[in-house]
């Protein structure tokens, strides 16, 4: 999270955090604790031994935001707009390090070619944050509690960072790439040892629920977002997992809640012919048996997805109204490798709380 409005540790107090952790680190001094929840209640164990980080830092690459990705604002402008007051000059453009900013024009910069080229290279470099989370083995949350530089009396922490909209979507991104999930260690101090977070949260910190500087910013995290739900269910389902690909299809109006997005549908087709196009239905003998062992119906998924109409035509057909008041059993009981479901017990069980 920035601590102002034209840099995002104006007093250094992050990156000194970061360089402590990352020394301790590579030294051996220090080995983050997992996740209470997570370990005890999902069996996944998060994070290395001190001797692992030793060899895992010496290959190590650090991808940083702020030196990883174009800054078009960072250096001051030459000029400003006419018309607006210096705060609202300064706001607008630089109160979130991935906001792209209102068209400068050449009146606010002195060489406005070259910003508006790295403007256009900061869009590329937003759209790719899921594939840059993608290739990444581990993701810091860097949250040391710093006084925010230019609005008086807010201090910027873990509580803060977790209510930003865009750290909220590069939060879910950890859990929506199609590599195996990202673990997200959060950095407190340079001394303070750091503890992973709960992945679970996912199902909590919605990106549309959270706070926006720019609120235009909406549509460009529902449409990142959107792209990575989608891209999620595919690979799950190319990978043979019908069960999963269902999971993250229905979850997707879940994870794009609050945000100007919502699941295209099949033109041309009913409601339940629409919701069975999405769901990649097969023959109905096959769709009955893993209905039968699963629970989960087209009712469920439309339920899910927040489809209105399509849940009105099903409770109209006998054959669909049946599965009124039923409960999803197991969603990846019928996947075709085990041991790739395996480890995905939140996000199973938040579809079965959604249905």
């Not at 109160?95 to 590329?124: F, M, S, V, Y």
């Not at 235009?216 to 959107?226: M, P, R």
Request: aromatic residues 8%; proline residues 5%.
């Amino acid at each position: 999270q920035w601590c102002s409005y034209s840099h995002p540790d104006p007093g250094g107090d992050q990156l000194e955090a970061l360089q402590g952790v990352i020394k301790k680190l590579g030294n051996g001094e220090m080995e983050p604790r997992g996740n209470g929840v997570v370990e005890h209640g999902f069996g996944l164990k998060l994070g290395r031994k001190k001797a692992e980080w030793v060899t895992f830092m010496k290959d190590a690459y650090i991808w940083f935001d702020f030196a990883s990705m174009p800054q078009p604002l960072a250096k001051p402008m030459t000029a400003k707009p006419a018309t607006t007051t210096t705060d609202d000059y300064m706001a607008p453009h630089l109160g979130d390090h991935r906001t792209l900013g209102q068209e400068l024009g050449e009146a606010a910069t002195g060489d406005a070619a070259e910003t508006i080229q790295l403007i256009e290279q900061l869009k590329a470099a937003v759209d790719s944050i899921p594939s840059y989370i993608e290739r990444c083995a581990e993701m810091f949350i860097l949250v040391p509690s710093v006084k925010h530089a230019d609005r008086p009396g807010e201090v910027c922490d873990f509580s803060t960072w977790r209510s930003r909209g865009w750290c909220r979507m590069e939060f879910v991104s950890s859990r929506l790439c199609c590599a195996n999930d990202v673990p997200c260690m959060v950095i407190s101090s340079r001394e303070r040892t750091p503890e992973y977070f709960n992945l679970c949260d996912t199902m909590r910190l919605f990106a549309g629920h959270g706070n926006f500087t720019v609120a235009d910013d909406k549509t460009k995290v529902g449409g990142v977002l959107e792209k990575m739900v989608e891209a999620k269910a595919v690979s799950e389902f190319e990978k043979g997992n019908i069960g999963l690909f269902r999971a993250y299809l229905t979850l997707s109006g879940t994870f794009l809640m609050g945000l100007p997005k919502e699941m295209e549908m099949p033109e041309g087709l009913s409601e339940t012919a629409a919701i069975k196009s999405l769901m990649k239905w097969r023959d109905d003998a096959t769709e009955k048996k893993w209905i039968d062992v699963t629970g989960c119906s087209p009712l469920h998924i439309a339920c899910g997805l927040g489809r209105t109409d399509a849940v009105r035509e099903m409770l109209d057909d006998p054959e669909m109204s049946v599965h009124l008041n039923t409960k999803v059993k197991i969603i990846d009981k019928l996947d075709a490798d085990a041991k790739q479901a395996k480890g995905m017990g939140a996000i199973v069980r938040a579809f079965d709380s959604v249905a």
